[in-house]
């Protein structure tokens, strides 16, 4: 069984890895692929479009800080898998947490996809539906939604 565990290092995030990594450890031989997209907030959109016309290396700083941390919550989230016998993958894909992860699954050919009910961003939850749902209608596949 192949597992997409999407994650954005968030506690509800953490606490759906460690529902897919129990899983993991009873499936026996499951593929495990671990989704953080790197996506901007809209504090740092801002930050990149101020430092446009003032410094490209600016720009360069703040797309370097996403980069790291997608990569911290993906191998803490990574970790969780140790001792279960799954192979882990991990990916990093750029654009629309909610659009990548169902891009991924796709391509992957995932069985289910594991994703925490809320995320890092509970604002842009009020005003666009949270990934989870957005996730959850858009997937080819089953969906556990871990609260």
Do not use: W
Not at 36 to 47: G, M, Y
Not at 109 to 130: C, K, Q, T, W, Y
């Amino acid at each position: 069984m192949r597992l997409l565990v999407a994650t954005d290092g968030s506690s509800h995030a953490l606490r759906a890895a460690r529902a897919a990594a129990r899983l993991a450890r009873d499936l026996r031989e499951a593929e495990v692929v671990i989704v953080c997209v790197r996506h901007l907030t809209a504090t740092e959109a801002a930050t990149v479009g101020a430092t446009a016309a003032t410094g490209y290396l600016d720009a360069i700083g703040v797309a370097a800080e996403v980069e790291s941390t997608a990569e911290r919550a993906s191998a803490t989230t990574a970790a969780m898998f140790d001792g279960s016998g799954a192979s882990v993958t991990r990916r990093h894909p750029r654009g629309r947490p909610a659009a990548q992860i169902v891009d991924v699954a796709k391509a992957v050919d995932a069985d289910m996809i594991v994703i925490g009910r809320r995320g890092l961003n509970p604002v842009g939850e009020l005003f666009l539906g949270s990934v989870s749902q957005q996730v959850l209608h858009a997937a080819p596949c089953p969906v556990l939604i871990v609260p």
